[in-house]
T-cell receptor, first 116, second 115 residues
Framework: DAKTTQPPSMDCAEGRAANLPCNHS???????VYWYRQIHSQGPQYIIH???NNETNEMASLIITEDRKSSTLILPHATLRDTAVYYC?????????????????FGTGTQLKVEL | EAGVAQSPRYKIIEKRQSVAFWCNPI?????LYWYQQILGQGPKLLIQ????????DSQLPKDRFSAERLKGVDSTLKIQPAKLEDSAVYLC?????????????FGQGTRLTVV
């Protein structure tokens, strides 16, 4: 799976948009971009994923550049409860036929701190 | 739906002792993962099951770690004997099927301290 690069930490004011960047310059055509977050003392939580197109769900938006070498996770109105470590992961498509694992390879992520 | 259940939440043991962790995945989830998370690092996959078969155990230290999922539902992870460097949070996760677009759901983890 391709390697990702994220800033170690970011701060955001409550109510503002939090924009978390991720560089994945060696991503392959069949690799998806996934975002998870981990709030202190909890297990990681899925946020969103995408391949080429921008994606949005109730938690966040994912913007992937046209060359797919980088992406940005956007939390439109950050709250104190969004304080967490955010992990950007790229993962190859797997299938029952290939016996692929679907495993998630975590880096060290970005510690987002949302403040009043 | 109920989430992934893990027990115990915390465990303190002396080095060279043995320890076991238990995981009950979300009902109907065929895929189960065990991850190890050392303080300050992201989780690292130890082993992955598809039903009761092992899909990936390439990063499992097999000289001391073992895991089983006998009936394709619950799973246990054992360490015997434990070392100081095994101090970590052990996370269990499950997902409903292989293939893309399948998110993994994580439990709260078991925090192991080896002294």
């Amino acid at each position: 799976d391709a390697k990702t690069t994220q800033p170690p930490s970011m701060d955001c004011a409550e109510g503002r948009a939090a924009n978390l960047p991720c560089n994945h310059s060696t991503i392959s055509g069949n690799e998806y971009v996934y975002w998870y977050r981990q709030i202190h003392s909890q297990g990681p939580q899925y946020i969103i994923h995408g391949l080429k197109n921008n994606e949005t769900n109730e938690m966040a938006s994912l913007i992937i550049t046209e060359d797919r070498k980088s992406s940005t996770l956007i939390l439109p109105h950050a709250t104190l409860r969004d304080t967490a470590v955010y992990y950007c992961i790229v993962r190859v498509a797997s299938s029952i036929l290939t016996g692929g694992g679907n495993k998630l390879t975590f880096g060290t992520g970005t510690q987002l701190k949302v403040e009043l | 739906e109920a989430g992934v259940a893990q027990s115990p939440r915390y465990k303190i043991i002396e080095k060279r002792q043995s320890v076991a962790f238990w995981c009950n995945p979300i009902s109907g989830h065929a895929t189960l993962y065990w991850y190890q998370q050392i303080l300050g690092q992201g989780p690292k996959l130890l082993i992955q099951f598809q039903n009761n078969g092992v899909v990936d155990d390439s990063q499992l230290p097999k000289d001391r770690f073992s895991a089983e999922r006998l009936k394709g539902v619950d799973s246990t992870l054992k360490i015997q004997p434990a070392k100081l460097e095994d101090s970590a949070v052990y996370l269990c996760a499950s997902s409903s099927r292989q293939g893309n677009g399948t998110e993994a759901f994580f439990g709260q983890g078991t925090r192991l301290t080896v002294v």
